[in-house]
C-alpha cells in the first residue's frame, strides 16, 4: 500500500471516529437531558464567573461611581434623583438593597452585574433549548458566556446585565405565551410578559428596542399582521399585555418625557459616522476601538463574519421549515433593536448610539453564532466556525481584561493614602475627579470637593448637591486651620506645567506623585 492510500486511510478512519464520538455524545445528550440541562448552564456560568471577576476590583469610572454614590440616599432621594439624570430608577432600586445584603466595596457592587449574568445565562440555555434543542443550546451559551462585551459588563456596576437579564427571561416567557395562545392558561404567561416589558422600560429606556423585536417576532409568528387582526381573541390579549405594561409604568412616564427631551437637548454620544460603526462592529466582536484591532484579530473577524454569512445562507437553503422559523426569530432580536437605535440617532435627531444600550442584542448574536454552527449540515464549514469563534473570543477576553479603566482614580489614591498622615484632607480637582475618589474616602484619609468649583449644569451632578457628601462650602473656613493638604488633579499634557489652585498659591509643595493619568500634590503652610 502506498504512503498516500494510508494516509487516505488514516483520515477516513478518524473521521468516521469524530462522526461516532459526536453521534454518541448526541446521543447521551438526547437521553439525559435533565441532567445536560443543569451542568451546561453551571459550565457557562463557571466560564462567565472566571472571566468577570478578574477586574471587578480594578479603578471604577464616572458612570460606575455616579451609581455608587446615589445609593447613599434613600429610595425617595434616589427617585428624585434619577429623575433629573438620564435612566429610569429600578437598577438603582436594585443596587441599593444590593448594597444593604453584601456591601459598598467596589467588589461587592459590581456583583450584582456578574449574578444578573449569570440567571441570563439561564435563560438563554433554556431558550435555545426550546427552539432548537440541546446541542444548540450547549454551544450558544459557551459562546455567550466567551463573548467579550458581555463579560466587560459583568464587571461594571451598571445596569446592562439586569437589562439583559429581563429580556432573556421575557423572551423566554413569551414563547410559552405564544405557545399557549388559544389556551386560557397562557394568559399568565401574557401578564408576566408585561410585568416584564414594565420592569425592562423601568430598568433601561433601550429596552424598549427589545420589545419592538418581539412584536415583530409575534407578526412572524402568526405569519403576518393580518392574522393577528382577524383572530380577534389573540389581537385582543396582545393589547391588553401592552397596555398591562403601559399602565405598570405610568409613574414614570411624566419623568420618561422629561429626559428624552434633555438628552435630545444635546448629549455626550458623537454622532455616527463611518469610524463609530467600524468601533461598534469591533466591540461585539472584540469589546476594542477598530484602529486597535489588527493584524491576526482583524483577519480572524473578517473570516468570522464571512464563515457566518456563509452558514446563514446555508441554512435558509437546507435547513426545515421550523428551524428556519426559529433561526428568522433569533435574527430578528440581533437585527431590529440594531437597526432602530441607528435610525433613531441619524439627523436631525440627537445620536444615543452607544453599543452597551443594547448588549442584549450583542449576547444574542453570540448565541446565534451557537445555533448556527450547529444547524450545519456542512462538516468542515461547522468546524471552521466554531473554531474561529473560539479564536475571537480569545482576543476579545484578552482586550477585555487587559484593558485600562477609564477612572484611574483609584491608582493615585492608593498611591497617596500610603504617605498621606491620618485624616489628612484629599482635595479632588473638579466633579469628575471627586465623584470617583469618594468611593475610596474614609475617615483616614477623606476625600472633599469645593462646591464653588462645581457648575451644576448636568442632572448628574444633582446628587452632589443635595447629598453634599464632604462637599465644602467655604474653601476659607476649611482651610484655616489645616497646616497641610493634598491636591488630586489630571496630569497636563506633556511639555505643560500643573495648574496651581488659586487657594494654593500662598503654601508650598512638599511632595508630588505622578502616575501618567493623574497627579497629587501635598500643599502645606509649614
Not at 32 to 51: E, T
Not at 310 to 322: E, Q
Not at 496 to 508: D, F, L, T
Request: hydrophobic share 50%; with cysteine; net charge positive.
Amino acid at each position: 500500500m502506498s504512503d498516500k492510500r494510508k494516509v487516505k486511510e488514516i483520515l477516513k478512519k478518524t473521521a468516521k471516529q469524530k462522526k461516532k464520538v459526536a453521534v454518541g455524545l448526541s446521543k447521551k445528550m438526547d437521553k439525559n437531558q435533565r441532567l445536560f440541562s443543569i451542568l451546561v448552564p453551571i459550565f457557562a456560568g463557571v466560564l462567565f464567573l472566571i472571566f468577570s471577576i478578574l477586574n471587578l476590583s480594578s479603578s471604577i469610572w464616572f458612570d460606575e461611581s455616579y451609581s455608587a454614590y446615589l445609593i447613599r440616599g434613600d429610595f425617595g432621594q434616589i427617585w428624585d434623583m434619577t429623575a433629573q439624570d438620564v435612566h429610569p430608577p429600578l437598577f438603582y432600586f436594585a443596587l441599593k438593597i444590593w448594597s444593604s445584603i453584601f456591601g459598598t466595596s467596589d467588589v461587592a457592587l459590581r456583583f450584582m452585574s456578574v449574578f444578573f449574568g449569570l440567571i441570563a445565562i439561564v435563560f438563554i440555555f433554556h431558550l435555545v433549548k426550546k427552539w432548537f434543542g440541546m446541542r444548540a443550546a450547549s454551544l450558544s451559551t459557551i459562546f455567550v458566556a466567551i463573548s467579550p462585551m458581555f463579560i466587560r459588563f459583568g464587571q461594571e456596576m451598571r445596569m446592562y446585565t439586569m437589562v439583559l437579564a429581563i429580556a432573556a427571561i421575557a423572551t423566554y416567557v413569551l414563547t410559552l405565551a405564544l405557545e399557549k395562545a388559544a389556551d386560557k392558561r397562557g394568559r399568565k404567561y401574557w401578564a408576566i410578559y408585561a410585568i416584564l416589558i414594565s420592569a425592562g422600560m423601568w430598568t433601561h429606556y433601550f429596552s424598549a428596542f427589545m420589545w419592538l423585536a418581539h412584536v415583530v417576532m409575534i407578526v412572524v409568528h402568526f405569519g403576518g399582521i393580518k392574522k393577528i387582526i382577524d383572530n380577534k381573541k389573540l389581537f385582543r390579549t396582545i393589547i391588553f399585555t401592552y397596555a398591562f405594561a403601559v399602565l405598570l409604568y405610568l409613574p414614570w412616564i411624566p419623568r420618561f418625557f422629561t429626559q428624552i427631551g434633555s438628552v435630545q437637548g444635546g448629549f455626550w454620544i458623537p454622532p455616527i459616522s463611518f469610524s463609530s460603526m467600524a468601533d461598534f462592529f469591533t466591540s461585539v466582536l472584540f469589546f476594542n476601538k477598530a484602529q486597535e484591532v489588527t493584524g491576526w484579530g482583524f483577519a480572524f473577524g473578517v473570516t468570522l463574519v464571512v464563515f457566518f454569512i456563509l452558514a446563514l445562507i446555508t441554512i435558509f437553503r437546507k435547513a426545515s421549515a421550523k428551524n428556519k422559523k426559529y433561526v428568522k426569530c433569533a435574527s430578528i432580536l440581533v437585527v431590529v433593536p440594531f437597526l432602530i437605535m441607528t435610525i433613531l440617532s441619524l439627523p436631525p435627531l440627537t445620536s444615543t448610539f452607544v453599543d452597551r444600550y443594547i448588549l442584549y442584542s450583542i449576547v444574542a448574536l453570540w448565541a446565534l453564532f451557537g445555533i448556527v454552527a450547529v444547524l450545519l449540515k456542512s462538516g468542515l464549514l461547522k468546524n471552521l466556525l466554531i473554531v474561529t469563534v473560539f479564536i475571537v473570543a480569545s482576543f476579545g477576553v484578552v482586550f477585555v481584561e487587559n484593558r485600562e479603566p477609564r477612572g484611574y482614580v483609584k491608582e493615585i489614591l492608593a498611591e497617596t493614602f500610603v504617605v498621606a498622615e491620618a485624616g489628612e484632607p484629599i482635595i479632588a480637582d473638579g466633579v469628575w475627579i471627586y465623584y470617583d475618589g469618594i468611593f475610596y474616602s474614609s475617615d483616614e484619609h477623606p476625600i472633599y470637593l469645593f462646591d464653588e468649583d462645581v457648575n451644576y449644569e448636568y442632572g448628574s451632578l444633582e446628587p452632589i448637591r443635595n447629598y453634599h457628601y464632604n462637599v465644602v462650602d467655604s474653601k476659607e473656613d476649611f482651610l484655616k486651620d489645616k497646616k497641610s493638604v493634598w491636591f488630586v488633579t489630571d496630569t497636563p499634557a506633556a511639555g505643560s506645567r500643573v495648574k496651581i489652585p488659586e487657594w494654593a498659591e500662598e503654601m508650598r509643595v512638599v511632595s508630588e506623585i505622578s502616575l501618567d493619568h493623574h497627579i497629587a500634590l501635598r500643599f502645606t503652610t509649614e
